[in-house]
């Protein structure tokens, strides 16, 4: 059974940083790209960032280009966003998904970031 | 970035009645569009992807159709447990973006 399980979200600061983690089993993590993906309270679904199945080659949001890095350890397979120089508008939760040029048919539960002073 | 438009943002109907909501891209897609049903507090769930196939395990009162640039998702007898937000994605070009949702409340 394929589980994807988001950890490391929590309040922060204008201007702070958060790495979130997503933990992934039941699947060959190495085989697929991998996605994040974010919900502002009572918003629509973001697309946030993307990686390669090897890790070679990352996409990012305009909105978060620049700011947030997607990067995967295949050996322990998991998936990181870093976030960096947070703004309130990134308050969300933001969840993992399998795959990226394809539907994403396995969603982790999400984790709560929000920005806040 | 291609541009979802999705209607109605929110929609009141009654236990088995036939439901619809479109979604139109701003450009072609062919049929690399996907369906998610989410309910408050939960991740989405994926019901059709590829316009018009149905996920494994998902009732048959739920279908796709359309390519091009319209699409049409359709819940032919609603049930009191499709009460949830609706969403269309396109992922024929990076970035994937969404539909802006469509709100299913029960009349």
């Known amino acids: 059974e394929v589980q994807l399980l988001e950890s490391g979200g929590g309040l922060v600061q204008p201007g702070g940083s958060l790495r979130l983690s997503c933990a992934a089993s039941?699947?060959?993590?190495?085989?697929?790209?991998m996605t994040w993906v974010r919900q502002a309270p009572g918003k629509g679904l973001e697309w946030v960032s993307a990686i390669s199945g090897s890790g070679e080659n990352t996409y990012h949001a305009d909105s978060v280009k620049g700011r947030f890095t997607i990067s995967r350890d295949n050996s322990k397979n998991t998936l990181w966003l870093q976030m960096n120089s947070l703004r309130v508008e990134d308050t969300a939760v933001y969840y993992c998904?399998?795959?990226?040029?394809?539907?994403?048919?396995?969603w982790g539960q999400g984790t709560l970031v929000t920005v806040s002073s | 970035d291609i541009h979802m438009t999705q209607s109605p943002s929110s929609l009141s109907a009654s236990v088995g009645d036939r439901v619809t909501i479109t979604c139109q891209a701003s450009q072609d897609i062919i049929n690399y569009l996907n369906w998610y049903q989410q309910k408050p507090g939960k991740a989405p769930k994926l019901l059709i992807y590829?316009?018009?196939n149905l996920e494994t395990g998902v009732p048959s009162r739920f279908s796709g159709s359309g390519s091009g640039t319209d699409f049409t998702f359709t819940i032919s007898s609603l049930q009191p447990e499709d009460i949830a937000t609706y969403y269309c994605?396109?992922?024929?070009?990076?970035?994937?973006?969404f539909g802006q949702g469509t709100k299913l409340e029960i009349k």
């Open positions: 998904a399998k795959g990226v040029d394809s539907a994403w048919s396995h």
């Open positions: 994605q396109q992922y024929h070009n990076l970035p994937p973006t």
């Open positions: 039941g699947f060959t993590f190495s085989n697929y790209a």
């Open positions: 590829d316009a018009s």
